[in-house]
């Protein structure tokens, strides 16, 4: 194992004597603030070009896509619910869940709502903690945030500085959630290139969180290539603010100044050279996990889950771009890779991109212990085709599970949210969707649901401009999932619903 990366500034722990000193997260329901939103966490907007906007306006005449906001959904779907944003004015990312609760991300903190009644959530807290992209988990009493922006400190109420400057903090924030209505901040753990997402291993005593994040750029002093493991942090339950990093483990080895992994191009030319995971999903039942990693996909035994073992690597330098997340199906024999391609930010789902690009890729899980292989099956994007103006690429999305079915709900940012069916993995088809016409019909402006998760009987759709979105799936393939109950979800997390669940 190699030794972890130098961070970039001290590590620092936040316990009574930080809280006295005010490092608190602001409790925004309280209306004591001491921070202030990022301004550049506003929603990006970029330019088409004026043949670009005059199609979509003509499209959106023609009744080819919807009008701007204009909701539309097949008949198996209902829409119960939306809840604007509020004092948190930045971009809406991912969301956890438990009990009657669901931890909506943001990028300048995270929200909780109440959703005993799924057709009126009620917002119990908000807190204003920046620091891009607050991708958001919850274990027992804690809660965990990313952060992935150069901050002043790891206090709520830290600054933005650019990535140059190194004396930066970023990593994981810890949170208590024993009172869901006042969350309060305990730890921070600073991590090798900060933490862009995480995926936690529970355990009864501890927690383990496996921080995925990449080198951008040589921008970030002390987070350039090689960059080929991930960060590994325990969290002792009764004593979070003890949580450290316990590991770096390398996940692609090499010679060389980029390590091991993809090279990108020129090798690959329009594939991301991997230096890092963006993102992780594990089954901790199976001790199995899958690492989405730029250019590559990976598969690796979590028995250890201090020192994981890779098991198999796939590469598509056809079709992907960037791999971006992943989710098993029940029975651990295949795995949905997407690809991320634009970065979320463009306008891909279209005639010129095509179906392949962009998109799911489906692959089987073929053989047991170290001898499994990845073997490619198919792609799966939505069929309807969006405007210039609307960013649109695979992203977040969970199993609805049915026994006997592979079935998934899926975030597509303005492309909406889709439900599919991959039981046939070389097979898959469309059964259902949810979506918003464009937010502008002449400016490509960054919005649609970024995180699409189904939970205890419901859809739950976090949108990065318009808030939380609630939706009923009503269909004899999907209604089965009803009876499964959780007590929490982080879907990077995957249990095995048909055990952990009540009637």
Known sequence: MRTPPSPRARLRRLGAASAAAGLLATLLATGSAVATPDPGDAPVQGTVSTEQAADARAAIRSGEIPGVDEIVHTKNIQHLANVPKNALKGLNTDIAFQGTYAFAGNYDGFRIFDISDPKAPRSVAEVLCPGAQNDISVSGDLLFLSTDSSRSDDSCASTSQ?????????????????DVTAPKYVAAVETACGSHTHTLVPQRKDVYVYVSSYSPSAAFPDCRPPHDGISVIKVPRKAPEQARVVGFPVLFPGEGPDGGGNPGAPTNPGVSKTTGCHDITVLPGKDLAAGACMGDGILFDIEDPEHPRVIERVQDNVNFAFWHSATFNQKANKVVFTDELGGGSGATCNAEVGPNRGANGIYDIVGKGKKRDLVFRSYFKIPRHQAATENCVAHNGSLIPVKGKDLMVQAWYQGGVS??????????????????????????????????????????SNDIAKGLDVLKVSDRRTDPAARVRMHELNVQTQPDYFEDFED
Not at 162 to 178: C, R
Not at 421 to 431: C, G, H, L, V
Request: charged share 20%.
């Open 419 to 460: 439900v599919w069916d991959f039981t046939d993995s070389a097979r898959p088809k469309e059964i259902g969707h949810f979506e918003r016409g464009p937010l502008s019909a002449t400016t490509l402006s960054v919005g649609g649901s970024w995180s699409a998760y189904y939970y205890n009987g419901h859809i739950y």
């Open 162 to 178: 650019p990535a140059s400057v190194k004396e930066s903090w970023e990593g994981v924030k810890i949170f208590d959630i024993s």
